[in-house]
């Protein structure tokens, strides 16, 4: 099972946790690498756009080609904690389609979110936010494209036919403070702010993540 996560320097944390709390949960062996900017020289040549909140809010989109557009890649979100197994969402690949992703309806007003970046609504907003990629039906997303293309673009993945987009179920990506958090939620997305963040020590479910990062400093010993 192969999981790149977005790395954002100001979350260092957060994607420390979040990989531990995938690691601590998965039945199976996973392979976790980070999509890092500092990696990226020379390949991701895309100028900084002042609607982004994120180091990693187009580089995402390299993960197939990072792959050599070959078997299947999960991208997540630093700003998440796995509540759930990774293996249950990894044996959901489904080969007729191109990618995979929770096909929210967030519809948010424009605005400031953590650390005062942009809440830029769009639609099919956050589902680029955890994918699950089909790598080799995933070719268009060279690393020029990635570099050219308008964040609409991508983000709303026009570089695909509705068809070739599935969908997965809602609880491996819950909004936090967004909408209803269910009894089964898989993965926890905090996405209007972690509690790693000052500005967000009070966000709602923050004990959850508070929680995982007590497990990675003090693991069970078995």
């Given at each position: 099972m192969r999981v790149f996560i977005g790395f954002d320097s100001r979350e260092g944390v957060a994607v420390n946790v979040l990989t531990d709390s995938i690691q601590a949960k998965a039945s199976r062996p996973v392979q976790i690498a980070q999509v890092r900017l500092s990696q990226l020289e020379g390949v991701y040549q895309r100028p900084k756009n002042p609607l982004q909140s994120t180091e990693f809010s187009f580089s995402r989109f390299l993960v197939p080609w990072l792959c050599n557009f070959e078997g299947w890649a999960l991208f997540i979100d630093a700003d998440m904690v796995c509540l759930g197994d990774i293996a249950e969402l990894w044996d959901l690949r489904d080969h007729q389609y191109a990618i995979q992703?929770?096909?929210?309806?967030?519809?948010?007003?424009?605005?400031l979110k953590f650390q005062g970046e942009p809440q830029t609504p769009y639609e099919r907003k956050n589902w680029t936010s955890v994918m699950l990629f089909n790598c080799s039906r995933c070719r268009v997303l060279t690393p020029e494209l990635v570099n050219s293309a308008s964040g609409l673009h991508l983000h709303q993945l026009r570089w695909l036919k509705d068809e070739e987009?599935?969908?997965?179920?809602?609880?491996?990506?819950?909004?936090?403070?967004?909408?209803?958090?269910p009894q089964d939620a898989r993965i926890l997305h905090y996405t209007l702010?972690?509690?790693?963040?000052?500005?967000?020590?009070?966000?709602?479910?923050?004990?959850r993540w508070h929680e995982a990062h007590r497990a990675l400093n003090h693991p069970i010993p078995f």
């Amino acid at each position: 099972m192969r999981v790149f996560i977005g790395f954002d320097s100001r979350e260092g944390v957060a994607v420390n946790v979040l990989t531990d709390s995938i690691q601590a949960k998965a039945s199976r062996p996973v392979q976790i690498a980070q999509v890092r900017l500092s990696q990226l020289e020379g390949v991701y040549q895309r100028p900084k756009n002042p609607l982004q909140s994120t180091e990693f809010s187009f580089s995402r989109f390299l993960v197939p080609w990072l792959c050599n557009f070959e078997g299947w890649a999960l991208f997540i979100d630093a700003d998440m904690v796995c509540l759930g197994d990774i293996a249950e969402l990894w044996d959901l690949r489904d080969h007729q389609y191109a990618i995979q992703v929770v096909k929210h309806q967030h519809h948010c007003e424009a605005g400031l979110k953590f650390q005062g970046e942009p809440q830029t609504p769009y639609e099919r907003k956050n589902w680029t936010s955890v994918m699950l990629f089909n790598c080799s039906r995933c070719r268009v997303l060279t690393p020029e494209l990635v570099n050219s293309a308008s964040g609409l673009h991508l983000h709303q993945l026009r570089w695909l036919k509705d068809e070739e987009i599935g969908s997965l179920p809602p609880q491996w990506n819950v909004l936090v403070g967004v909408q209803p958090v269910p009894q089964d939620a898989r993965i926890l997305h905090y996405t209007l702010g972690g509690p790693w963040f000052e500005d967000c020590k009070s966000m709602v479910l923050a004990d959850r993540w508070h929680e995982a990062h007590r497990a990675l400093n003090h693991p069970i010993p078995f």
